[in-house]
């Protein structure tokens, strides 16, 4: 009896003699630091018995859709077992370019043992937007006419006309075929006029950047507000923040409209800003569509953003082409103003930061101390 107790007393000592301890080939941790461009991801483990390869995949989750990257580090124990491998690598190495605002996720595989873990990242998300003043995608949608090309956009047609005068423009100013422009010394544009070929420069006489003939651009760009702002009008409402407006569109207190985050869409017969202050807010990727049947004036009063709200998450859509559109000081305001068959006057020190579009075979004056600034600059 005892000599059988001891037979399986050294087959039992055999056995665990010659299974590896549990926590062998551990991996650790895996973490990662990311910006718009690109990534480094460090691993780190222990037990390690023999060369062998964490395999990683990182998850960019945005409005859009995901888009998944993975790759693989090679690591090597030390003397003691422990490892650690880092590899760093571009957006662009996968063919994609970040342009909005994501959440990430993933995980690393030690293949040798299947030890899996989640990677941490920092940060936990990114905003990637080619705007500065844009924290949503609102701008996408406007496509070449965004204010990443202009600050100032004609849709051009018989009759259009951009006469800028005793006023300041920072960023481009766009005029195609067939169209006008005019530009009275002292002003001042800080960019370029891209201009369609058949556009005189004679009547600039203010200070500008240069001048630049793109007819392939500006017939892009004017096609793009086109759809954009057609696309706009069929949105539909978003019934809590309509409720926080005005039913006739006019502003005569303060008033702050909160959105949520994603679109937000209100449908007003006028906007008008005379004798109070609208403030928009929101989280980080709200956005704003205001659709306009009627006038838009702003006249005393001002418009700002707060909170996650950029001065490029606001849209005006003018759908009445009979509707008059004005600016006038004491007056400021933010977003985009695209009213693409309006005439547009702006006057008497009124300032505007976003983008003025539209004037197909109209004219958009800016004059009197008048100052549209990019929010893309």
């Not at 003699?17 to 973490?31: I, Q």
């Not at 996650?308 to 849209?315: K, Y």
């Not at 985009?336 to 197909?360: H, K």
């Amino acid at each position: 009896m005892i000599r059988r107790i001891l037979g399986i007393a050294t087959i039992a000592l055999m056995t665990v003699c010659n299974t590896a301890p549990a926590n062998a080939n551990v991996l650790a941790s895996a973490r990662a630091a990311v910006t718009c461009n690109g990534y480094t991801i460090v691993v780190q483990g222990f037990d390690l018995h023999k060369p062998s390869t964490v395999t990683y995949k990182i998850t960019l989750t945005s409005n859009s859709g995901a888009q998944t990257v993975s790759g693989a580090i090679p690591v090597k124990p030390d003397q003691n077992g422990h490892f650690q491998g880092t590899q760093s690598q571009t957006w662009a190495h996968f063919g994609i370019a970040l342009n909005s605002a994501y959440n990430l996720s993933g995980t690393a595989t030690l293949l040798s043992s299947g030890s899996t873990v989640n990677i941490v990242f920092s940060p936990s998300s990114l905003s990637c937007f080619p705007c500065p003043g844009a924290h949503s995608n609102l701008i996408g949608a406007l496509g070449a006419a965004g204010p990443t090309n202009f600050t100032v956009l004609s849709l051009g047609g018989s009759g259009a006309d951009v006469n800028i005068n005793l006023a300041a423009v920072s960023g481009n100013v766009g005029v195609p075929n067939p169209g006008a422009v005019q530009e009275s010394h002292p002003s001042s544009v800080s960019g370029d006029f891209i201009l369609g070929s058949g556009v005189s420069t004679k009547s600039i006489t203010g200070s500008y950047g240069g001048i630049v003939v793109d007819d392939s651009l500006l017939a892009s760009a004017a096609q793009a507000a086109e759809n954009a702002a057609s696309q706009a009008a069929a949105l539909p409402t978003t019934p809590a923040v309509q409720a926080q407006f005005p039913a006739n569109g006019q502003i005569t207190s303060n008033l702050t409209v909160t959105g949520t985050k994603g679109l937000n869409v209100v449908d007003l017969p006028s906007f008008g800003v005379n004798g109070g202050d609208l403030t928009l807010t929101g989280p980080a990727g709200t956005a704003f569509v205001i659709n306009v049947a009627g006038d838009f004036n702003l006249h005393h009063g001002n418009i700002y953003v707060s909170g996650g709200v950029g001065s490029a998450d606001v849209l005006y859509n003018v759908t009445n082409p009979n509707a008059t559109v004005t600016t006038m000081v004491p007056t400021t305001g933010v977003g985009i103003l695209l009213a693409p068959n309006n005439t547009i006057n702006s006057m008497d020190s009124s300032a505007f930061t976003g983008e003025v579009i539209g004037g197909y075979g109209h004219t958009i004056t800016l004059m009197s101390g008048t100052r549209v600034h990019n929010p893309c600059e």
